[in-house]
C-alpha cells in the first residue's frame, strides 16, 4: 500500500482591509503598499481625502474670505478704484467664494492625483522604465495622500486661532513675513513636514509595485517634486 505525499501549502498573506490600509499608510507603509501590490484600491482614500478637504474649507472658510478680500482691496486701492467699485467687486467676491470654495475643495482632490498619478506612472514605465499598471500607481498616491490631509487637519485649530492662512510646517517659518513674496520663501515653504513625508510614502509605495529599490525610486520622486517646487515657486514670486 503506497503512502501519499502531501505538498505542504505555503501560508497565505493575510489581506489587510481598506480601513487597516488608511492607517497602515502611517503605521507599517511597506506592509500596507505590499497589500495595496497584491489588490490595490483607490476609492476609500480618495473619499476620505475629499471628505477631508471639504471640511478644512468649511472650518477655515471665513478665515480665507477675510484674508483673500483684504488682499484684493488693498491691490484696489493701489490702483486708484473709487470706494463704491471696490465695495461692489469685495462683495461680488464675498458671495461667489462662499459657494466657489466648498465646491473647489470637493472635486480637486481627486483631480490632484489623478494628475499625480499620471506623473509617477511616466516617471515609473518610461524614464525608470519599469511596469505598473495605473491603478497600481492610483492606489499608492491616493494612500499617501492622507499624509497632506492629516497636516491639512492639524493646520485647521493653528489657522482658527492665530485667523490667518499662513500657517505653514515649513523651512518658510524661519524667515520674515516681509520676505513671503520671494524666491526662497516660496521654495522653502514647499518643505513641509507632511510634504517629506508624503515623498517618503509614496517612494515606499511606488518601489514596492515597480519591483525597485527605494533608494533609486526615492531618487526619481524627490527629483520630480523638486522639479515642481522650482517652476512654482517662480511662477508664485513673479506673480504675488
Known amino acids: 500500500m503506497q503512502s501519499e505525499t502531501v505538498e505542504p501549502q505555503a501560508p497565505q498573506t493575510e489581506e489587510l482591509s481598506a480601513f487597516q490600509r488608511v492607517v497602515g499608510v502611517f503605521t507599517s507603509p511597506g506592509k500596507t503598499f505590499a497589500s495595496i501590490d497584491r489588490k490595490p484600491g483607490w476609492i476609500l482614500p480618495v473619499v476620505l481625502?475629499?471628505?477631508?478637504?471639504?471640511?478644512?474649507?468649511?472650518?477655515?472658510?471665513?478665515?480665507?474670505?477675510?484674508?483673500?478680500?483684504?488682499?484684493?482691496?488693498?491691490?484696489?486701492?493701489?490702483?486708484?478704484?473709487?470706494?463704491?467699485q471696490i465695495d461692489q467687486i469685495l462683495a461680488t467676491t464675498e458671495k461667489a467664494m462662499k459657494y466657489t470654495t466648498p465646491a473647489f475643495a470637493l472635486i480637486m482632490p481627486v483631480i490632484i492625483i489623478v494628475v499625480i498619478s499620471a506623473v509617477f506612472l511616466f516617471v515609473g514605465n518610461?524614464?525608470?522604465?519599469?511596469?505598473?499598471?495605473?491603478?497600481?500607481?492610483?492606489?499608492?498616491?491616493?494612500?499617501?495622500?492622507?499624509?497632506?490631509?492629516?497636516?491639512?487637519l492639524v493646520a485647521i485649530p493653528l489657522i482658527l486661532a492665530k485667523e490667518t492662512m499662513q500657517v505653514s510646517f515649513s523651512l518658510a517659518t524661519l524667515m520674515s513675513e516681509s520676505a513671503r513674496e520671494t524666491f526662497l520663501y516660496q521654495l522653502l515653504s514647499k518643505i513641509d513636514v507632511f510634504a517629506v513625508w508624503t515623498l517618503a510614502a509614496l517612494s515606499i509605495g511606488l518601489a514596492v509595485i515597480y519591483k525597485m529599490k527605494t533608494q533609486k525610486m526615492a531618487t526619481a520622486v524627490v527629483t520630480t517634486y523638486l522639479i515642481y517646487a522650482l517652476v512654482a515657486s517662480v511662477f508664485s514670486s513673479a506673480f504675488s
Open 49 to 84: 481625502s475629499t471628505i477631508i478637504s471639504v471640511g478644512f474649507i468649511v472650518a477655515v472658510q471665513p478665515v480665507l474670505i477675510q484674508e483673500t478680500l483684504s488682499k484684493q482691496e488693498q491691490k484696489m486701492q493701489e490702483r486708484g478704484m473709487d470706494s463704491d
Open 126 to 152: 518610461v524614464v525608470l522604465g519599469g511596469s505598473a499598471p495605473f491603478k497600481k500607481v492610483m492606489s499608492v498616491t491616493a494612500h499617501s495622500w492622507l499624509i497632506l490631509s492629516l497636516g491639512s
